[in-house]
């Protein structure tokens, strides 16, 4: 039987104030961020991974690295997280004082609607269901 255990990668310096840190953005976990993926790695302690596989952004395959220290990391792009396109390392204000009315009207339906110039929920999901563990 297979066992899936998903985590999301730690936080980095643009975690607060909360930006739109997609694909475009490529940075490394800040100290609470490398902290909370070595907390991670000792609640993993003892357990036995077949595989190891990360998106390809560095905040992703640091956490990797630091929750299972030693073990080989494989990428796959299909792990990448949304792309926010116009969006990009905005916060959540700058946003909203640049492109309120679109912001909103995603926010109602971000499965079908496409962040400008990005993804839709619809099309990570596509993306990541493409990801099949062997």
Do not use: K
Request: hydrophobic share 35%.
């Amino acid at each position: 039987m297979l066992t899936l255990v998903l985590t999301r990668h730690g936080a980095t310096d643009r975690s607060n104030p909360e930006q739109h840190l997609g694909q475009r953005i490529d940075i490394p976990l800040s100290d609470a961020g490398r902290s909370a993926a070595q907390a991670l790695g000792r609640r993993l302690e003892g357990i036995r991974f077949d595989r190891i596989v990360a998106s390809p952004l560095r905040r992703a395959q640091e956490t990797a690295a630091l929750a299972v220290p030693g073990a080989r990391i494989e990428t796959d792009a299909r792990l990448s997280e949304m792309d926010y396109g116009e969006w990009e390392g905005l916060t959540y204000e700058q946003i909203e004082e640049r492109d309120d009315a679109r912001r909103r009207t995603w926010e109602e339906d971000p499965e079908t609607l496409a962040c400008p110039g990005g993804e839709s929920g619809a099309d990570v999901a596509r993306r990541v269901r493409s990801f099949r563990p062997t």
